[in-house]
Structures are given as C-alpha cells and as structure tokens.
C-alpha cells in the first residue's frame, strides 16, 4: 500500500472542502439562469445572493459590495484599471506600491511606469511607512492609489493595513486597496474597522474551486463603468453569466474558512521550524522578525539548492514549494527575497511549507522528518556534523 503523501502547499492551492465539493455539485444541478426571472432563476439568484452575503460577511462588508470574479488577478486588475474613486471624486493618477507584491498586482495595473512607485521593504518584509509618508507628502497633489497586499505568499508577513491607511487618510485623497488573497481564513480580516477601499481574494487559497474569486469595494467606491461589459450582472461591473457552481463554492468556503484555527496551524508550523533549527543551526527563516501568517514557513539552509530538495522531498512523499520561481529550467531570485535584501546564494534555497484546513500533525511529522534528513544529507557532504 502506498503511504499517505503530506500536501504542504496551501499557499499555492489548497484542496476543495468537501462541504463545499457537495454544494458544488448541488448548484450544478440548478437549471436556472440567475438573471431569469421564473422559479428556476429565482433559485439560483438565491443560491448566488447567499455566497454573496457569506463572502461579505467574511471580510466586513456590505454584500453589496461584492463582486464575484474569475480569481485574484482579475479582481486585481480590475481595481488597478485606473477607474477606482469615491464617488464625486477624481480617479488616481499615481499608483503606490509595496515591493513585495505579487504579479497580479505588480504587473496586473494599467498605470504608466513614470506614475508608479514602490515602496521599500525592511529586512523582515515590513514595509517601510516612513518611505510610504515621504512618498505621500511629494505627492500631495495628486490622487493616489495605494496597493499593498495583507500577507505575502512566499514569507507570511503580514502588512501592518491600519497605519497603512492611516496614511493614507493623512494624505486625504489617497485609496488603498489591499490583495488578500493568502490572508482570507488564516487571519481577521475586517475592511470596514481597517477602512479599506478595496479587497480582493481567490477561493482557491481557502478551499474554494480553482477560477472564482471577488472584489470587494467600500460604500462609496465606484470601478466607473465596469471592468467587463456585456449583460450588466454584478450591477454592471462585470458582465456575463456568473459562474454560479463557483460562486456557491466560495461562499462555503468563506463560511467555513475560520482564523480561530490558526492556534492550530501555528502549532504545527512552529514544530517543523524548531526541528529544522535542531538539525540545521545556520537555518535562516524568512520574515521572522515580522508577525507571519500562522501557517507559513519560509526558510533556507546554505549550501541547500531548492530544486534539488523540492524533488527529493516530492520522492519522499512530500509536497512544498520554493521561494524562488522557474521560467524555462532556469531558477531565478524571488523578488520578494531580493527586495527583502537576500543574497541571491541564500535565495536560491528557499522553500516553502504551507499548511492549511486538513493539514495534520502527521503531515507535519512526515515533513519536518524529510527536512531534517536532506539537512543531515547536505550536512555529511559539507564534511561537518549539524
């Protein structure tokens, strides 16, 4: 019999609940268009209005307010289309950004290059405020928007969002939008006590199907005539028929994805790092000095390359990620390391390990075990004892 294998890799997908597998297949029975007015419409507007509420609920705002989306990189680049302002006022004309962003934000804006800038971050993957101020005060002028996401995808680190937009209303015209694509479920995340513009989330990090995801603005935002334009759903933000068995998986999973579990997550994250730090006494664990989501560990031993260990790691039963990205078989350095001032030897090492909702002690135990083990291996070719 083949032993079970350790999935560690939440943060780059984690599997469907259950619950919300049989709510999918349920809404995939629902004849009805939801912009049908008979009865088999009316039941899957009502289907489509209670994951509204549920997504809503999750993150602190009105359901109307939500609007459902392929994913995060759509909701992403649609509040970063330029079009996002309150109502009454002029859209932004420069774009702030954190340095450690993700793609969908760091490259997903329509924003001209001599309009955008990027914020430093500190050696922990803080943002620096003091640089996002003097960036606000040069552009006092202008209307602005800021996107800093709430919690990185390689590190953890969470962003400080409350003096990020205290900031902000400093300024006076400045929106901010925050990718909180990793945070939804791991941690609180409440955008109307933070006073947030905009959030986007993708449900596939939470235990929602892969392909659904939402914006969500505050009262008062407006995206001007909509991102997708067609029939007028999504109060004509974002036409075409909605993806209704999608939608009906997220608002489950924003149901069931509950932060007070991250004691838990915390619990077995902190145990694999303290075995690693036994085995390994040079391990450097990223973002460390900063609070982290409770369920990421992002680390590296010199000397280990990443690509080697992720394949031995896979053979041994267990599935991670590294902190640096593959284009065409060549490894190169994270951007986010690099903007956290890691040296490229060091970066080339990184691996990640993701927990999420069926992770257990035993997949951390097998992961923490495979760890330990290529450290000894590396250790015993270096020629020194760990």
């Known amino acids: 019999m083949t032993s079970p294998r350790a999935y560690l890799d939440h943060n780059a997908t984690s599997p469907v609940r259950p619950e919300v597998a049989a709510a999918v297949v349920r809404a995939l029975t629902l004849p009805g268009n939801p912009s049908s007015v008979h009865a088999e419409g009316r039941a ?5 209005e209670t994951a509204r509420e549920a997504v809503a609920r999750r993150v602190g705002a009105g359901p109307g307010r939500v609007v459902f989306t392929s994913g995060g990189t759509e909701a992403a680049n649609a509040v970063l289309s330029g079009a ?29 290059a001599e309009a955008v800038d990027r914020v430093p971050m500190d050696g922990a993957g803080l943002i620096d405020l003091g640089a996002l101020e003097t960036l606000l005060r040069r552009h006092a002028a202008a209307d602005v928007l800021i996107s800093i996401h709430a919690a990185n995808n390689e590190t953890g680190v969470i962003q400080p969002l409350a003096a990020i937009v205290a900031l902000a209303r400093a300024h006076g015209r400045a929106l901010v939008h925050t990718d909180a694509v990793q945070a939804i479920g791991k941690i609180p995340l409440d955008m ?7 959030l986007s989330l993708s449900g596939h990090k939470f235990g929602a199907p892969k392909g659904i995801g939402a914006l969500v603005l505050a009262q008062g935002v407006t995206l001007g005539a909509g991102f997708l334009r067609g029939g007028g759903q999504e109060a004509r933000l974002r036409g075409g028929t909605e993806n209704l068995p999608g939608i009906v998986g997220l608002g489950v999973a924003a149901d069931l994805a509950d932060p007070a579990s991250a004691d838990r ?65 060549k490894v190169a350095r994270s951007p986010v390391l690099a903007a956290m001032g890691v040296t490229p030897a060091l970066a080339a090492g990184a691996l990640r390990v993701s927990l999420g909702w069926n992770s257990t002690e035993s997949d951390a135990a097998r992961c923490r075990a495979a760890c330990e083990r290529l450290v000894e291996t590396l250790y015993r070719r270096q020629g020194h004892a760990a």
Request: hydrophobic content about 50%; glycine content about 12%; proline content about 8%.
């Open 192 to 198: 109307s006590a933070l006073g947030l513009d905009a």
């Open 84 to 112: 996002l302002a309150r109502a009454g006022q002029s859209a932004p004309t420069r774009l702030v950004l954190g340095a450690t962003e993700h793609p969908c934000v760091s490259a997903g804006h329509r924003f001209p």
């Open 265 to 329: 997550l915390a619990d077995l994250r902190d145990g694999i790092e303290a075995g690693l730090r036994a085995c390994a006494p040079d391990l450097v664990v990223f973002g460390a000095g900063a609070p982290r989501l409770p369920n990421t560990l992002c680390f590296a031993v010199p000397g280990l390359d990443a690509p080697t260990a992720l394949m031995t790691l896979d053979l041994a039963g267990v599935a991670i990620s590294s902190g640096s990205a593959c284009a065409s078989g």
């Open 44 to 48: 899957a507007r009502a289907a489509l």
